[in-house]
């Protein structure tokens, strides 16, 4: 006969797997928050390095000998690592923050700290089945010990028969002591009879006990199921927000860094970039024929702010361009060649022979920076004059 005592939930402290779940689940909580604190520091990581990558290269990339639309696609790249950067350091704030906090509110308010140690929620928990328990347990007691009694009596009754039946058996056994014999078997025979009642009784009892214990700690078993529950369904949206941060596939901003990146590398055109070089270095390039030329104040001082360092025969003008006082061009404004340029930065003229423009305004350039960085160039208004070189872009 295999009693329930055996089975591991219903038998005399064996729920203890389940009060320790509660303890496992806090734990458990702390795990995770250490687990996706380490990932954090990854993504932290690689966004330093990503970063550190892209401050590297950019210098050398600004002075590869690349040019035109090939410059742009692999400095693209570059900036992608930046904004990649940036991401990655959100993830890593998300993760630390955001989940870790999350985390530890729930805890707070789910798990209530004993003074003594422990949770009250395991205590409450461990405390229910020790009180659904302890009657059935004095009761499994009970019937344990007559269990125990009975097959004592049945051990001892089987040695008396074996005695009887080994006194019949040899003649040299008087009469008298097969009789002593046949006593004790007796003896033996009512004891086990009357131990076996009582044992039977304590089983019935215990069995009709059963149904009233295995409710009370159903009840039990089930409260601890709901504080589970709520664990296994928070935990659940713990891990749905983590994958929502680390997911940079569902990501719009990952997305745009490398629809931008494709998209760069895609408009990279040889046709546009060997125009490009034709112009800025090669036959395409304007040039200044040497023609006559009228000395004027005005031209003496643009000639001495962009010759400085360079021969006197070296000073050159295009022969379409007028240097009259005002330095203005043409009649029709379109007689003077050059290569089409964009402000980068504002520029305000300190002296009277520079330009003045603004961020983003169009302009053209018509000599070629000199040693002291100063271009000349004209305003689409007519106006020629000096500007500094770094702070325009050629128009692609």
């Known amino acids: 006969m295999q009693h329930c005592s055996d089975k591991k939930f219903w038998g005399p402290d064996k729920y203890k797997s389940t009060t320790k779940r509660t303890d496992d689940g ?21 966004a330093l390095q ?18 035109g639309t090939l410059l742009k696609a692999w400095h693209a790249f570059l900036t ?62 009970k019937t344990e010990k007559l269990k125990k009694l009975y097959h004592t009596k049945r051990k001892k009754e089987r040695v008396s028969i074996v005695r009887e039946n080994s006194g019949k058996a040899n003649q040299a056994t008087s ?16 004891e086990v009879e009357k131990v ?18 295995m409710e009370e700690m159903e009840m039990v078993f089930d409260q601890s199921q709901q504080l589970e529950q709520k664990r296994i369904i928070f935990l659940k949206q713990i891990f749905l927000s ?9 990501n719009e901003s990952f997305r745009s860094i490398f629809k931008d990146l494709h998209q760069t590398v895609l408009s990279v055109n040889e046709q546009n970039d060997l125009k490009w070089w034709r112009n800025t270095h090669g036959p395409g390039m304007p040039t200044n024929w040497p023609h006559f030329e009228e000395w004027s104040p005005e031209r003496e001082k643009i000639a001495g702010k962009t010759g400085k360092g360079k021969k006197e025969g070296d000073k050159v003008v295009l022969q379409s361009l007028s240097l009259s006082k005002g330095y203005s061009l043409g009649e ?40 002291q960085g100063w271009c000349k160039g004209y305003l689409d208004g007519g106006r020629i004059g000096l500007y500094p070189a770094n702070y325009v872009e050629v128009i692609q």
């Open 196 to 213: 076996k009642q009582r044992y039977t009784k304590t089983i019935e009892d215990l069995n009709k006990y059963n149904p009233k214990y």
């Open 242 to 250: 983590i994958h929502r941060h680390l997911d940079v596939t569902n």
């Open 332 to 371: 029709d404004g379109t007689n003077v060649p050059g290569v089409r340029i964009r402000a980068l930065y504002d520029y305000t003229s300190q002296e009277s022979d520079e330009l003045s423009f603004k961020a983003g305004q169009e302009l053209t350039k018509v000599e070629d920076e000199d040693e």
């Open 50 to 67: 990503i970063a550190t990558w892209s401050r590297k290269w950019k210098p050398l990339v600004e002075a590869s000998p690349m040019y």
């Open 80 to 141: 992608s690592a930046d904004r990649l950067s940036e991401l990655h350091l959100q993830i890593q704030k998300s993760l630390v923050t955001e989940d870790t906090a999350k985390i530890r509110n729930w805890q707070g308010e789910t798990y209530h700290k004993k003074f003594f140690g422990g949770f009250k929620e395991t205590h409450e928990v461990k405390s229910g089945f020790r009180k659904a328990q302890k009657p059935w347990t004095k009761k499994l007691k």
């Open 26 to 46: 806090y734990k458990v909580c702390n795990d995770i928050i250490l687990c996706f604190q380490e990932r954090a520091k990854i993504e932290k990581q690689y």
């Open 175 to 190: 009469a008298s002591k097969q009789r002593k014999l046949q006593r004790d078997r007796e003896k033996c025979n009512q």
